[in-house]
């Protein structure tokens, strides 16, 4: 019997997660259906009460619904989706959730170690941005143990809460700290990764121009075109430029695992959506 998946969100229209888990599903020969569905604004809770009892094996969540997604489990929530306050991998049974993970985290660490073939370890990081994205990495950052740990943000003090936050998390031989813009003046990183929105209104990051360190990655969590930040990098001496395509399909592969216990190969799903 094909077992059936779905992502949640609202908008959902543009998600790619069906055309992800259907070349999952036809490279591990899988027997699921993954379709798309908007839950409204007041109605996350009670869609995916509808869901399980309908007999769903289990979920993707995407905005504005990880923080709700991670109430609904909190009880059998992963450390990961504990520290990120937010899950986007839920698995049900036909009376419960039974399982809430986040595997936005371990999806860019994935994506920057295997596709990139760059490692963290000893490494210098700067994290630009404070919001849910980025609270998702701290942890999987930090046990990667970078040999820097610093997070900007516009509003410093919501950099600083994580820093205090997290400090006690992971390993403790990380020099980890927050800044504000200004203060990065002097400061050059080996990976820069962008966890801001701010590629979405093509806003520019106020970004000292020897941020990156020779051989640098500079990273954008979004995807889709390239970014302010992306041309930034391009004219300011990053080695590699790489946007969230690969994150997404790799966060999309933890969850494929975790539901169906085999591991898809993401180089050639990554390849037909960068050019269909
Ligand atoms: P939030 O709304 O939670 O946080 C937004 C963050 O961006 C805040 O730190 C905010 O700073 C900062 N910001 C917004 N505009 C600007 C600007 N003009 N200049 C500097 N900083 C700015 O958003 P999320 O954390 O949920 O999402 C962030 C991004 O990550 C989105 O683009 C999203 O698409 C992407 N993402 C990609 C994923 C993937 O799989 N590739 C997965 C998850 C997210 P302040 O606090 O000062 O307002």
Redesign the pocket.
């Known amino acids: 019997m094909t077992d059936r998946y779905a992502v949640i969100g609202n908008p959902i229209a543009h998600s790619k997660s069906p055309l992800i888990h259907k070349m999952f599903a036809e490279q591990t020969v899988q027997d699921i259906s993954y379709e798309k569905i908007e839950a409204p604004l007041d109605g996350f809770a009670a869609k995916i009460d509808e869901l399980r009892k309908a007999g769903y094996k289990g979920c993707n969540v995407t905005?504005p619904f990880k923080t709700q997604a991670y109430q609904l489990s909190k009880e059998f929530a992963s450390a990961e989706a504990k520290s990120a306050q937010a899950v986007n991998t839920m698995g049900f049974d036909l009376t419960n959730v039974v399982y809430g993970e986040n595997t936005?985290g371990i999806?860019l660490i994935n994506d920057i170690k295997n596709n990139s073939k760059i490692e963290f370890n000893g490494k210098r990081i700067l994290l630009i941005?404070?919001?849910?994205?980025?609270r998702g990495v701290c942890l999987p950052i930090k046990l990667e143990k970078p040999k820097v740990f610093c997070i900007v943000?516009?509003?410093v003090k919501?950099a600083q809460s994580l820093v205090e936050e997290f400090r006690g998390l992971g390993t403790s031989q990380i020099e980890f700290r927050q800044s504000t813009f200004e203060q990065l003046s002097g400061n050059a990183f080996d990976i820069v990764i962008n966890?801001?929105?701010?590629?979405?209104?093509d806003?520019e990051?106020p970004l000292p121009k020897n941020i990156f360190a020779p051989g640098a990655l500079a990273y954008d969590?979004?995807?889709g075109r390239e970014t302010p930040f992306m041309k930034f990098a391009r004219e300011h001496g990053a080695a590699v430029i790489s946007d969230?395509l690969g994150?997404?399909v790799e966060?999309a592969a933890e969850s494929f695992f975790l539901w169906r216990g085999v591991r898809p190969e993401t180089p050639p799903v990554i390849a037909a959506l960068r050019h269909p």
């Open positions: 905005v936005d999806g941005g404070a919001g849910g994205a980025a943000n516009r509003d919501k966890a801001t929105s701010a590629g979405l209104t806003s990051i969590m979004m995807y969230g994150m997404l966060q």
